[in-house]
Structure formats: structure tokens, C-alpha cells
């Protein structure tokens, strides 16, 4: 694609939970490292460039010991700083040399050491910086299946006076590294110094003066095809990208919503999903102004289809441009043509791009996958929610092709069999074998635990498309097209009548999760039939025992809704999908139990997820452990979970427009909200909230609620809003 992803900048430092490495972020450049800042070969640590692992070992000796180390300071996504000592000298009880080690990512990696000596003599150093590079695709990396520098095919090393120059070639591409040190006293803070380079050391022979310093500096740039990538930025990405991510940070914080609460503990879990959010963000190197957010950290530092759409729905109030942001990147790689090797079809949204050179072998050929039944939909969705928020018609109009082609997957690709639904089955061996949100190859279940056999229609994806079509009748209606829009709108109640009778289980008093290859209900009780409520395909009369279904015992944990009931057979509190707690469907489920007036259900799920943040020191991770609470007082980590990860950060703040019932329709020209917080988050201020252009306030308290900063731009109704119908844009 000859596209370079760039950083946008956000406060929050990434450590990884419970692991005791530090991971370092800025854009799709990623530093997992020990405490002391070295990188140690044989883990899944190093430096990571593209989905590529530029470097897989730097190692810092000094005098041939390993410094021991101290806690990092002055942590921030893109940078740390890392402090170790070195063992006491003979006769000394106490260690006299602090070495500090400043890194900093950009399009690539800045490192400046200094080595400070607190006693009376001056101190002869040789400093050893170990370097290996194995340029190993993310994939085999997070999977252990890497092999040695040694065993690597077209993997060469060459050296000049100051850099180990490191190329691997794989097939057409070519990725390489350069780590330069400076050369003599060039940069230090006193004394000269002497630079060695061999093909796996960079070493400095120095003498660091008696109660002084000296410092040296280190840098890694990358290349594709022996260009660095820094040259791969358009002349705006690169001017949008010089004010350097500590600027990209403050601007981050100043125009972000402000959550004051009288819990301390409640105000800190929005503050993290601000920052991670924000560490979250990144460019598209053509398009300096098209931000959007990658899935998670540090795996899947990429744009998703389906992951960015939910993430940018769920954050409007926060910034409304990377919804705008997301849909126009989505839409310049839309399906054109059909290849099965890529599950690539014409008007289909993709499920993920990749960069590595190992990325065809995973994704069919090419850097970009599209193995996902309900990213299409939550395409067109997203345009017509994004128009209730204020975006301009004109925009909406540069847009509405790549919905209509969407539609048309929807309708003639998207239901190959023509029954109504919206089914999926992978086309190749390589591809993912459930394609909806659940999709690890067991994620989709019969109540006896039977994996179900494709084509499979997930009962949220006829949810979603009944969405789709609802937009799309309101843009018509827009429009003044009467015909369009009675077409698309008498399409989704056909749908919605449909889905009623074909996914509703009576005996249970539930949805089914879906139909099989030969249209079974798939009876299993799980968390899918949340998002069902959300889009509002579900029957009036339906919705109490979904909701019942939905907060029972074997769903409801006290901390959060299950993926599937405990009394399932493929229950497993400890799985991925089959019992654990995903905080994004979560808040889901809860925006569709407020929709149908559960307002008690609604609080009761938001308040678990909220009180499972403070468990996890105000950041949600990607998922954890469905264990009842009664069992476990605090939440269980998931021990792969991505954290920061996308909609998790972004679960707080779907939850707290829920219990605002914050609810925009700018062409019409009105606002409901009708705040219905427990008492336990009360007094609340929230300042900024981005709606139409304005940046509102809203207080609530014990006795009421006021709301500052609309002016004329819409009307205020104090109530909440009505579920949507297709004559109710």
C-alpha cells in the first residue's frame, strides 16, 4: 500500500499488566521491554516497526556487569525514562553509578545515556550495548515461533565506524535497521570517549570525571526497500507530525471531555480511557488530518474494521472527527473486486490491514483481510449516526457511495442465499472460521456445547443491517426521496418481522445466538442478543425477558454480563469468548437495555464494569474472567488480554452517554438527555462533551440537572428519547 501510520500522541504510559515489561507506543512502533530498558532476545520483547520486529535483543552491560534496576520514571506512551545502579565497588557498601537511559520513540527509537558517578574518583567505563535483529513478522512473535538470527534466511549484518546496519530481504520486500552511537565526546557531558563497532556490540570506552557525568547517545532508524520511513510521509503528514508527540499530547488533553466526580476513583477510570484513547490514535501518512484508532496495544496497533467503527461510535462525545476519520480510511480501501484467497468482495469493509512482510502468508496475499460479516453494516451505521451528531451534509454526501456499495454487499453478497439474512463461511483455510465479534474458531456454540457449522447468521448482525437500512431510509427522507426511503424502510421492518420469528426461542424466552448452515436456531443463552436491543430490531413485547435473560445469575456476574451463560455447555470462565467479560459488548448491552426503558438493568451493568475499572486501577483491559463475584470479590485478569485496547477505553464513555441518555439529532434539530446516573456517582460535572460543533457541560446532582453551552444551536429535550423507527431520524 506504501502507507506509513503515524502517532497522534496521548498521555497515558503502557505498562504490561502484570508482567512486568514496559511497552512503549507511538503509532504501529511499539518498545516492549524489561524494567531496566534492555531488550532481552528468546521473549516477545524487542522493538517492533510495522509489524515487524526491527530489533530482538540491546542489552547494556557496563564493565561487563549488568546494572541492576530502579523504577522507571517520566513514563508517557512515546517515552521513559530508565534508571538502573551498577554493584558497589570493591570496599564500598553502596553503589556509586546511576545509569540512566532516556528512550524515546518516533519513526523509530532516540536513546540518550547517562552515566552520573557519585564518588570522589573518576571512573573508567566500557559500556556494551548488545544488538540482534531478527525482523520477525508480530505474528510469530506473539505466537513463539521465532527462530534464531542465526537460522535466518537473508538476514545480513554490516558495520561502519558508528552504526550495525541490519537488513533482512523476504521475497519483494526488504526491511532494515541502523543503530548509530555518537561518536567520541560528540553530544556527552564531559570527558572523550571511543566508539567500537562489531556486529552485534556497540562499545564505548570512556572515564566518567568524579562526581560528574558523562553521556553518549543511540539511535535506530528503520528503512523499507532502503528508504528510511521518515521519507515515506507526505509533506503534510510530516508538517502535521513536527510538533512532536508532547504537543500532540497537550492538544489531545485540552479539547477532550472533563469528568469531575466526587469519587476520585470513578473520575480516574475516564481519565485513563481519555489517555489511552488518545495513545490509540493513529495518521494516515496521505491524509495528516484522518486520524483513527488502532484496535490495541501492542499487537494489533493497526486500523480494524469493525474494532475502529464500534471504538469511534462509542467516543462521539469525546472527538466526532475520528468517526469521520475512520469511515473515509474504511471507505479508500472498500472491496472492490472479489478474491477468496482475501475474502475481498465488491462494497466490503475490511477486517484488518496489516504491514509486515510475513502479512500475505496470513492474510491471503495481500496486507489487507476482509474475514468480517459485520463490519459492512456498522459502516453504514456509523455514517448515519455520525449525521445525527452534527456532520455536515455535504461530507455525508462525499460518503454515501461507499454506503450504497455497502448495501449492495449486504443485500446481494452478505445473504448468498437470499433468505434475509446476513450470513458468513470463510472461502479459504487461512481464513478466520467465525467472522463476527466472537470470533475465535470455538466462539460460536450450541447450548450443549456443539460448535455450530456455517453458513452461520449472528442474531447482531441482522441487528446491524436493520440499522443499515434504517439509515439509509433516512438519508433518503433527507433527500426527498420518498421512494428510497419507503424502500429501505419497509426493508428493515421486513427484517425486523423476520428476525423475530426465525432467532426467537420461546421455551427459553431468549435469541437464539444465530442459525446454523441449516437454519437452527443456535440456542445457546449469550450476550449477543444485548446488541439486538441496541439496534432495536427486537420486538417491544421481547424485551423484558431479554433483559431478565441478560442481568440473570448465570449471565450477570456483579461485575459485568457474560459472553455466555454459565449453564452452557462450552462455558468457561477463563475462555475468550465462551464466559469471560468484554467491556465493550457490555456497554453495548447497556445502551440496549436503556433503549427499551430498563433503566435499572442498564445502571446495574454500567456500575459493575465501572467498579471492575477501579479493580484494574482505572483502565478496563480488553476482556477478563467471567468468575462470579460472590466466588472472586475483585474481577480476574485474562492473561493475554490486550490492555489498552480500543472499545474497552472506550466502554466508559458509551456508558456514561447511557446513563445520560444523551441523545442528538442535529437535523431535526433537537437534543434529549434525561441523566439517570445511580446515586452513587452523584455530584457529577462533565465539561466539554463535543455535540454539533459546541462543547457542552452537564451537572447533575442529587436534586436535578442543568446543561450549559448549547445555545441556539438545538433544543433541549428533557426527557429520554424513544427507540428510533424508520420514520424517526
Known amino acids: 500500500m506504501g502507507q506509513v501510520w503515524t502517532f497522534a500522541g496521548a498521555p497515558a504510559s503502557t505498562a504490561g499488566a502484570f508482567s512486568g515489561l514496559i511497552t512503549l507506543l507511538e503509532g504501529t512502533t511499539f518498545c516492549i521491554c524489561e524494567t531496566s530498558g534492555d531488550i532481552r532476545p528468546g521473549a516477545s520483547q524487542g522493538l517492533f516497526v510495522r509489524d515487524t520486529r526491527l530489533i530482538s535483543r540491546l542489552e547494556l552491560s557496563i564493565n561487563d556487569h549488568v546494572p541492576e534496576p530502579l523504577a522507571p520514571q517520566s513514563r508517557e506512551p512515546f517515552a521513559c525514562t530508565f534508571l538502573s545502579r551498577m554493584p558497589p565497588t570493591d570496599g564500598l557498601a553502596d553503589s556509586t553509578l546511576l545509569v540512566t537511559r532516556r528512550r524515546v520513540l518516533n519513526d523509530g527509537m532516540d536513546e540518550t545515556i547517562t552515566l552520573r558517578n557519585m564518588s570522589s574518583e573518576p571512573l573508567p567505563v566500557s559500556l556494551r550495548i548488545g544488538v540482534q535483529g531478527d525482523f520477525a513478522d508480530v505474528f510469530e512473535v506473539k505466537e513463539g515461533r521465532t527462530r534464531e538470527p542465526g537460522d535466518l534466511d537473508g538476514l545480513t549484518v554490516d558495520v561502519d565506524d558508528d552504526a550495525i546496519k541490519l537488513n533482512r530481504k523476504a521475497g519483494t520486500h526488504l526491511r532494515g535497521a541502523s543503530v548509530t552511537g555518537s561518536q567520541g565526546g560528540d553530544g556527552g557531558l564531559g570527558g572523550n570517549s571511543e566508539l567500537a563497532v562489531s556486529a552485534t556490540n556497540l562499545t564505548w570506552h570512556a572515564v566518567v570525571p568524579a562526581r560528574g557525568m558523562w553521556s553518549t547517545t543511540m539511535k535506530v532508524t528503520p528503512s523499507l ?47 485513563a480511557s481519555t489517555e489511552d484513547l488518545g495513545s490509540l490514535r493513529i495518521f494516515d501518512p496521505e491524509h495528516a488530518d484522518r486520524a483513527v484508532i488502532a484496535a490495541g496495544a501492542p499487537w494489533f496497533m493497526t486500523i480494524f474494521g469493525r474494532d475502529s467503527l464500534l471504538t469511534s461510535w462509542m467516543i462521539l462525545p469525546l472527538d466526532p472527527s475520528l468517526a469521520l476519520g475512520t469511515l473515509r480510511t474504511l471507505a479508500s480501501l472498500q472491496g472492490t473486486r472479489t478474491d477468496p484467497a482475501t475474502e475481498e468482495q465488491p462494497g466490503k469493509i475490511l477486517h484488518e490491514m496489516r504491514f509486515g512482510m510475513q502479512a500475505s502468508l496470513w492474510l491471503g496475499g495481500s496486507s489487507v483481510y476482509y474475514g468480517s460479516v459485520d463490519a459492512t453494516p456498522l459502516f453504514v451505521m456509523l455514517l448515519g449516526e455520525l449525521r445525527r451528531w452534527g456532520l455536515e451534509r455535504r461530507v455525508v454526501d462525499e460518503l454515501l457511495p461507499y454506503a450504497d456499495r455497502a448495501l449492495d454487499w449486504i443485500v446481494n453478497y452478505g445473504d448468498a442465499d437470499g433468505d434475509g439474512f446476513v450470513e458468513y463461511a470463510r472461502t479459504t483455510d487461512l481464513g478466520l472460521a467465525n467472522q463476527g465479534w466472537k470470533d475465535s474458531f470455538d466462539g460460536i456454540t450450541f447450548a450443549d456445547g456443539t460448535i455450530a457449522k456455517t453458513p452461520i447468521a449472528l442474531a447482531e448482525v441482522q441487528g446491524y443491517a436493520y440499522a443499515a437500512y434504517l439509515a439509509k431510509s433516512h438519508f433518503c427522507t433527507e433527500r426527498e426521496d420518498q421512494e428510497g426511503a419507503a424502500y429501505w424502510g419497509e426493508k428493515a421492518e421486513e427484517l425486523k418481522e423476520n428476525f423475530n420469528r426465525a432467532f426467537w426461542l420461546p421455551e427459553q ?37 431479554v433483559a431478565r435473560n441478560l442481568t440473570s445469575q448465570e449471565m450477570f456476574s456483579g461485575f459485568g454480563i457474560r459472553t455466555l451463560a454459565t449453564s452452557c455447555g462450552a462455558y468457561n470462565p477463563m475462555s475468550y469468548h465462551n464466559g469471560s467479560i468484554w467491556p465493550h459488548d457490555n456497554a453495548i448491552c447497556a445502551a440496549g437495555l436503556m433503549r427499551y426503558g430498563f433503566i435499572r438493568e442498564a445502571q446495574q451493568v454500567a456500575v459493575g464494569i465501572l467498579e471492575a475499572a477501579e479493580c484494574f486501577g482505572g483502565r478496563l483491559p480488553e476482556l477478563f474472567c467471567g468468575f462470579d463475584r460472590n466466588e472472586f470479590p475483585e474481577p480476574v485478569y485474562y492473561p493475554t488480554s490486550c490492555s489498552p485496547q480500543a472499545w474497552a477505553s472506550a466502554a ?49 446532582h442529587e436534586n436535578g440537572w442543568s446543561l450549559d453551552g448549547l445555545g441556539e444551536i438545538l433544543t433541549l429535550v428533557r426527557s429520554g428519547r424513544d427507540p428510533l423507527t424508520a420514520i424517526s431520524p
Open 225 to 271: 526497500d532502503g528508504r528510511d520511513l521518515i521519507e515515506f510521509r507526505s509533506a503534510a503528514a510530516h508538517q502535521q507530525l513536527q510538533a512532536g508527540p508532547e504537543q500532540r499530547l497537550a492538544d489531545w488533553r485540552s479539547q477532550s471531555p472533563l469528568v469531575k466526580a466526587s469519587d476520585p476513583r470513578l473520575a480516574a477510570v475516564f481519565s
Open 509 to 545: 424466552g431468549y435469541f437464539a445466538l444465530g442459525l446454523d448452515g441449516d437454519k437452527r436456531p443456535i440456542d445457546a443463552l449469550a450476550s449477543n442478543m444485548g446488541h439486538c436491543l441496541w439496534t432495536g430490531i427486537v420486538d417491544a413485547g421481547k424485551a423484558a425477558a
Open 652 to 700: 466508559p464513555f458509551h456508558l456514561l452517554r447511557t446513563l445520560l441518555r444523551f441523545d442528538p439529532s442535529v437535523p431535526n434539530g433537537m437534543l434529549w438527555c434525561d441523566p439517570a446516573l445511580p446515586a452513587g456517582f452523584l455530584p457529577l460535572r462533565i465539561e466539554s462533551l463535543h455535540v454539533a460543533g459546541a462543547r457542552v457541560a452537564i451537572d447533575v
